[in-house]
């Protein structure tokens, strides 16, 4: 159990929405289309947790010529695919319903992806006004920008916040945040990707609240 937690930065794909399997069929699809097939092995290490824009670079890199569009189409996909089944993830909102802590969504997502798939799935209301994204910081995560910017507009102390993550680049970005993570190894994510100093890694979101002391 985490004790001394004034506020819970949930991440919103892979913890929130189950949208990640879908995410890597569309990057899939896409990469391929572009000359550049990979595995979903490949893209969960190399794309999984990150934002559309900064995948721009490797991509152009690989295939030699710009990509300008790339954020806006793969986002523009993703958002199609969802309208044909994305749901919660299992268990989030039990664990939800159970937690009273403060809380706050923060993502790599842009804002209208969001806004979507939390309205799909029923969780926006839960997080209206309290819902940040990567294109409001600087640097996207790994780096601790984003968490930071979340704690800080919470007034929260980063020292006293707890990280739900599901992705490699979300854990790194916590830690170097100075947050304590509860990394959920019951997506696409393996658990051991994920381990590592002030992290509990868990495999069913039911207990969030029991690792986080709501029961």
Known sequence: MIDSV???????????????????????QMLAELG??????????????????????????????????????????????????????PGIVEALNAITLPTCVASSGRHDKMRNTLGITGLYERFEGRIFSATEVANGKPAPDLFL???ARMGADPARCVVVEDSKPGVQAARAAGMRVLAYAGGVTPAEWLQGPGTVVFHDMRKLPDLLGQR
């Open 149 to 151: 910017h979340a704690a």
């Open 36 to 89: 550049w097939p990979l595995t979903d092995d490949e893209i969960l290490e190399n794309f999984v947790g990150r934002s559309a824009t900064s995948m721009v670079p490797v991509i152009e890199q690989k295939l030699g010529r710009p990509l300008p569009q790339w954020p806006e189409m793969f986002v523009a996909r993703q958002l199609a695919a969802h309208d044909a089944g994305l749901v919660p993830v």
């Open 6 to 28: 004034d506020l819970v930065i949930f991440d919103c794909d892979g913890v929130l929405v189950d949208s990640e399997t879908i995410a890597i069929r569309v990057a899939s």
